[in-house]
Structure formats: C-alpha cells, structure tokens
C-alpha cells in the first residue's frame, strides 16, 4: 500500500468519524438527562421555625395577665392537693387539669351532627358501627328518620351526646381495640396516654381523645386538655411534687431543696438533666437562632415578634421607654408610624423605620438610666454588662439586651431559649407544636411542608 | 546545459496547476464534513444566552480590585439581577472579620435526617431550583457502621429517625489544607482569613478540576443557567455568597457568607429543629464550638486520612 492511498483510508476514516460525531451531537442522542430521583422535605411535623412558646419570665417582665399559674386560685394554700395513684402507680389526674372529659350538647354544632348521624346510621367504619349497635332500636329509628331540622336535630343530638359520653366512661375501660382503631390516625397525645394504662378520669379522658381521632371532622378537640401528667415515657416521674413545691405551688424545689420561681425553670430541669444543664449553659444544647457573634446584634425584621403592638406602645409613649424611642424619631418617621394601620397590606415602611431606629439605639451610649427604667425586671445579663467599665463593656450587647428586656413580647430575645421555650413538661412534645405565625425568611420550607402534607 | 529528458508522448503530465475531479471531490468532502463537525460542536453556543458584557469581560481580579472598582462591580450585578427578577437585591463585599475563625460542628446523636437543612440552604443561598442543586447531602447510615459505601442519601420513608439507622449531613467541610484551592486552574477559589473557602463566580472557567478533586462531593456545578422563582430569590446578598450564578462555573456552601460575616447564625443551623448544629468563632474561648471540641467526643473529621483537615466536626452525646 503506497502512502498516499494510506493517506487516503486514514482521511476517510476520519471523515466517517466526525460525520457520525456530528449526527450525534446534532440529534442529541445521549445528551439527555435521565430524571434524578427527588430528595425531598422528609418529616412534616417539624414545621415550625422557631420556638413559639413565650416563657413565664417574658410574661413576667411584660406585666402581662399571669392569673394562669396562680395554683391557688383553686387550691388551698395551707393544704397541699392530695395525689391519688391507681393501680399501676399512675397518677390520677384531677379532672379540672384535663378539662372535662364529656361531651355536652353545645360540643356539637348542627353541621357536625349531621356528619356524625350520616356516620352512624351508615355504620361505614367499625367505630360507628359500634356506636351504632349500642343504640336501642327507637334511637336508630329517629336517627334513620334524621332531617336538618331544629327539631330533628334537637333529638338526635340527644341521642348522640349520651351515646358518646357512655364510650368516654365505657366502664372503667379503654374503648381501644386494635381492629376498631384499624386505619384511623391516633394524635401523639392519644399514644402517650394509651402507653401508660392510664385509670380514672385520665381513662375517660383517653376515651374522648380516641373519639376525637375517630372523627377528626365532626369532633372539636378539647383545648383545655394540654396538661399531661407523667414527665418522661417511663411513668416513674409522675408526681407533681418532684418539681413543685408541696407547701407553696407557686415555686419549684430541685433536688438540693432551693425554691425557685417558674422565671428560674431551667435551673430546675438543671437539677435531674445535669450534662444537658452544662451544655444548655455553653449553648451547645438546644435550638438557637440569632447571632453567633454577640458583639453586633442589630435586630432583623424577623425578630419583631409583634410589630403593631410594638409600634403602638412608641406612639402612645405608655412608658418612659417608649417615650424615650419615639423622641430618636424624625418627624417623618413619627407621621408615618402614628398613621400606621396593622392591617395595611404593605407593612414594610413601618417595619423599616421601626429596625432603623433600634439598630441607631443599639449604636449609641448605654441608654440605661435608673428612671427611665424603673418597673423593667431586668435579666441577669444585662445587670452584670452594667457593672462593668464603660471600656470592657459592650455597649451595642447591652443596648440591645436593654431594649429587649423593655419589649419582651414584641422583640425576639437573641439569647438561649429557657427550656421551657421547647420542652413543656405538662405536654406531649413536638409532634403537636405548630408552625411559627408570621413572616420568616425561610417560609419556603414551611410552605413545602405544608403543600406536602396537603397531598399526603 | 543539456535540456531535461522529456516525458514520453503517449502519457502527458496534467498542469501542475490543474485540480482533477477525484481530488476536488476528495477535498470538498473533506472540507464540508470537517466544517459540519465544527458547527455541531459549537451548537451549545446557540444555547448560551448568558454571554459576558465587555464590564464583566474585563473585570479585574478579585483581590486585585480597588473598593471603586468593587462598588462598580456591585452596581452591575445588582442592575443585572433587576433585570432578571425585577426585585433590586442588597449586594454587598464583606470582609473576613478580624480575630474569627469559623468552625462547625454537628451532633450525630441530635440529627433526625429529617432534611430542613438541604431545603433551607436552596432557599437561603439562591440555589437552582430546576434543576435543583443543593449543598447538604443527608447520609442514610446503619447504625453500628461508618462505612460511607453504605450510605444512601436518596432515602424517603414517611417519617424519621427511622429505627436502625443514623444520619449524617454532608457539606463542604471548609478544610485548613483544601485540595479543591490548589487544582484550581486560575485562582477562582481561595480559603479566606476566616476559613472560609469561596468561589468567584465572575472568574471561575468552569473547568470542573476542584469537583474532581473534593474528597466530600461538596462542589456543584451549573451545567445549565439556575432557575429560581421570582417571588423565591432571597434579595440579601454577598458577592463571593448567594448571588445568582451563570451557567458554566462552580458552587458550594460558603457558610452562608452574607450571614455569618454579619454575625448571624448559618441559615441550615436556625431551621434544625433537632438542635444539631452548632457553629461559632473557635478563636472565642467561649463559644459554644470551643466548648464541644473541648468537652464532647468529636469522633471525626470526615475522611481525615486524606490530610485535608476539616473545619466541620462530627460529634456524638455521650
């Protein structure tokens, strides 16, 4: 073979090469993506994006109404409530912490009642048709005759209400059997309960939620029952004197027999959780948002936990604070906050002049002066940032702490939460909490979360 | 001087000027098949709509730019970004600050894979959505084991933790001694006075060497141009941070710069509702990651046997 021939077969090669090459490309082929897998959001209840409990100390400091831990309202002060355990040392929960556990008729609004009846006298699911069953024959026979008429109403809720209020005291037992409850969604507080053998009105108290769960949609749930007895899963920790005091509801007793207020609970969960207490100390426990750096912390929109009331206490100047705020404003400023509306729908100019005039606040000298503050219960760090010299302290830290402890409804606190802020020792933890109201930079993933269990 | 023996009547040699048939045809099929390879090969051009203005063409250096030069650079992303979300976003350049050195450390007992973190930082850091690129990988581990080959981050049961596994949030693990820093062709990406390792977008070829080179898979490349939604893109942003990016170049997680350099927490820590996460000033003998690496049983830095020597602390409860 001479050389141009091989020239030749070797220019023609990679001609055929490029030419296929070339067809590739232009047709694509192989250029197409394959789908990846989505990773999506995974659990649903943990929706919230920041903890949305306010602590007895923020309702302390905000003078507000704190008539609910007022134990003696009801109790009697020279003698402690007495505590009854059943037979498997569980505490019997008194039924004015749970809320009554009957229904009566006013728990049913006519609408409802029509869904239940429908329910009933279809028997489609096994719980109605038990219910169904345990009515004598004249009842099914008005509930069969049922029209969304006063009068008809009127009996047949007179019908349903007893028959429900038999299942809650269902003789000393649990209406719960694993075929009936089959594909029905027990609520977390429900599977607590139900964990715990529960005897007395924390019986009948389970038996209404397992009716609530039963139907979710005809059933109000009881709100006043988030009060649950027993701290932890175990059951051994289910007497209210572990922490309470006996003598004196309104303080707490750790193990070394301090008292303490409910302000001071932390030290108290400090007292059993000791390793978590230090850590909690160090800021390595628990949830935290807000500033790593705790020199410059000027507030961020979503750190104004309530604006209107924020913006309402400056121009009223309901105290020297306020007053104190509303004179470091220009007249401008002034107008447009007197003239704000909390439901205008662009609440930005508001929400701007408002961070501008506490990041200029923060920025300036201490603006502690003894009577412009008088009446604020201050917190323990900005008393200790006081007495430092003006040198070593930290004046935008303590401004900010200052301001913060002025306004602890309406002003996010950038420090530790208490642990009560996360941990309710009287509910079932985090599977009931809800989302945080309100705007939040990172709303999408609520807003995922949320459209996700919409399709669930 | 003899005349130069002449060729034999019967075959005559053509012009040496004169193209034959076979060699034009030969040449012409030559020439349309090359010029057609070329043009297929440059059809991705047709799909690129993003080509650089004569400002972003010759735009200095990062390190070499003057705070005018910068300010000017600044105006034009925000300009462009105006352009394409109609919202005026708040671009800024913030230094390394003085006496910080950024450490993270996550707690392994805490973490519930539960994935608020991947789905908080695509949101905080102008992440594309379609399609979709994230910094965090949430390792699926069996307990009892740290074999990485058996890890799946595709998992997606209807709720977590899930009995007999453990997880484990991967991110760029902003090493002391970064491999992705040294392979990178042009010095798009350096390690800041704070530990952070950043990219400039404006600067970065899109070669891909430092994805090659990252032991962790924390490097993301735009092989298309990001889509995020109008009403989704997050205004607060840094130049070496959150800003949009362009097709063709690199991403990662740059510990929400426009965050932390103003003092606040990373966007993944705020959302963790578990409590996992944990990040600080390690200088700052009291902060709380001085204090877990003081105190805890910080088992890892992931693959430490590649001498990369992360910032990011893996830790357990104990």
Known sequence: MTTNSKTGITVALLCAAFSVLAVAFLSDSGGARGNRPAIPLVDTNFLDTSTTRQSYADLVRANADLSDFD????????????LRFDANLNLIVAEEHIGPAKFSADDIGSNELAGIVQRFRGHSDPVSAFLWQSLSNSQQLVLVNFKPSEQSSKQAREIVVPALNNIITNAGQSFYEPGRFKGILLGAETMLLMQQNPAGPALAHLNRLLLEDAYPLELSRNRQDDIVMGHGKHGRNNNCFNCHNETNLTLLQPRDGRDLTFADSAQLCGSCHGPTYRDWLAGAHGRISGYWDRGSSPFSEDEIRDLPKLVDRWRHQSDPVSGFVWRQLSNPEQVLLANYQPSASNP????????????????????????????????????????????????????????????????????????????NPHAPPFPSRKPAPGPHPLREIADMAESHAAEK | MSKPPSSPASTPAPPASAVDRRSFLRTSAVLTTGLAALAASLKPLLETNDFPTMERFLQKYYKEMTPEDMAKV?????????????LRP?????????????????????????????????????????PEIQYIRVLRLPDGSLDIDKADHFYAPDSVPEKGYFYMPVQCQQCKNPPCVKVCPVHATWQEADGITVIDYDWCIG???????????????????????????????????NRPRRQGVMEKCHFCIQRT?????????????????????ILDPDSEVSYILKSKRVFIQLKSEMGTSPRFFYYFDV
């Open chain 2, 74 to 86: 600044l105006k034009r992303i925000g300009d462009e970004v105006e352009k394409d979300y109609g």
């Open chain 1, 348 to 423: 930005k100019q508001a929400q701007d002049v408002v961070l501008q005039a506490l990041s200029k606040i923060i920025g300036e000298p201490s603006i502690y002066q003894p009577d412009r503050f008088k009446g604020i219960l201050l917190s323990p760090e900005p008393t200790s940032l006081m007495q430092q010299s003006q040198q070593d302290a930290n004046l935008a830290r303590l401004n900010r702490l200052l301001l913060e402890d002025a306004f602890p409804l309406e002003l996010t606190r950038n420090q530790r939460k208490v642990c009560v802020n996360c941990h």
């Open chain 2, 261 to 281: 350099r103003v003092g606040r927490y990373p966007a993944c820590l705020e959302v963790c509702p578990a409590g996992a996460r944990k990040f600080g000033n």
């Open chain 2, 207 to 241: 070669c891909r060497y430092c994805e090659a080179a990252c032991p962790y898979w924390a490097r993301r490349f735009n092989f298309t141009k990001p889509s995020i939604p109008k009403e989704r893109l997050n205004p607060d942003m840094a130049y070496l941070g």
């Open chain 2, 90 to 130: 708040q671009v800024r350049d913030l230094k390394p600050m003085d006496g910080v050195e950024f450490v993270y450390c996550l707690n392994l007992t805490r973490c519930i894979g539960c994935r608020k973190c991947v789905h908080a930082c695509v949101a905080e850091n102008n992440e594309s959505r379609d």
């Open chain 1, 71 to 82: 134990c003696y309202v009801c109790h009697d002060k020279k003698s402690p409530p007495p």
